[in-house]
């Protein structure tokens, strides 16, 4: 049995969702999000809360049942509250900030890299070196931080790069002089 898929799915007032078949669309003060579910299980609405059920006793539809509410829970946070991650530069002369709805990184390189703002997403620059990636797809936010992270990931020697709050570096020792 699915833990996770056994929990009800509660609705904040504001929210509303339309369920039609496996189609679930949701509608929030901060947009709306809209996807198809897999045939394996039942997703039906009573009052305040969303119920996800199994068709059958498979693996795999206890699989989909799981997935299934949590993808539903986070479309239902994400038009209500809104995701985002924060991100950090760690280097001399390695910074950030924003050239209209672009993100201009100053990574070590010879060129600035730029970084095209995507539909649904937000960038934000408190200072020049930590940037917060905002939108309602928890899915598209993860995505967007990680590719921005990926244009100059942190390295194992000094830690130089861009990396998410919190992260722990694994550091390695440099070349032991005899």
């Known amino acids: 049995m699915s833990r996770i898929g056994k929990k009800p799915v509660t609705v904040p007032a504001g929210v509303t969702v339309t369920i039609e078949g496996t189609h679930v669309s949701v509608k929030g003060g901060k947009g709306e999000l809209e996807r198809t579910f897999s045939e394996l299980v039942t997703i039906k609405q009573e009052g305040e809360e969303i119920l996800v059920t199994r068709n059958d006793e498979s693996k795999?539809?206890?699989a989909q049942q799981g997935l299934v509410r949590t993808l539903v829970n986070n479309m239902v946070v994400g038009v209500s509250?809104?995701?985002e991650k924060k991100l950090e530069l760690t280097?001399?002369?390695y910074r950030a900030a924003l050239k209209g709805k672009d993100l201009d990184l100053s990574l070590g390189f010879s060129h600035p890299c730029i970084y095209s703002c995507?539909?649904?997403?937000s960038f934000e620059v408190p200072d020049n070196t930590h940037i917060v990636v905002k939108g309602i797809s928890k899915e598209q936010v993860g995505?967007?931080?990680a590719e921005v992270r990926s244009k100059r990931p942190p390295e194992p020697y000094k830690g130089k790069g861009i990396h998410y709050e919190g992260e722990y570096i694994r550091r390695k020792l440099g070349k032991a002089a005899k």
Do not use: K, L, Y
């Open 60 to 62: 795999e539809s206890n």
């Open 118 to 121: 995507p539909d649904g997403i």
């Open 91 to 93: 280097g001399v002369g």
């Open 81 to 83: 509250e809104g995701f």
């Open 143 to 145: 995505q967007v931080a």
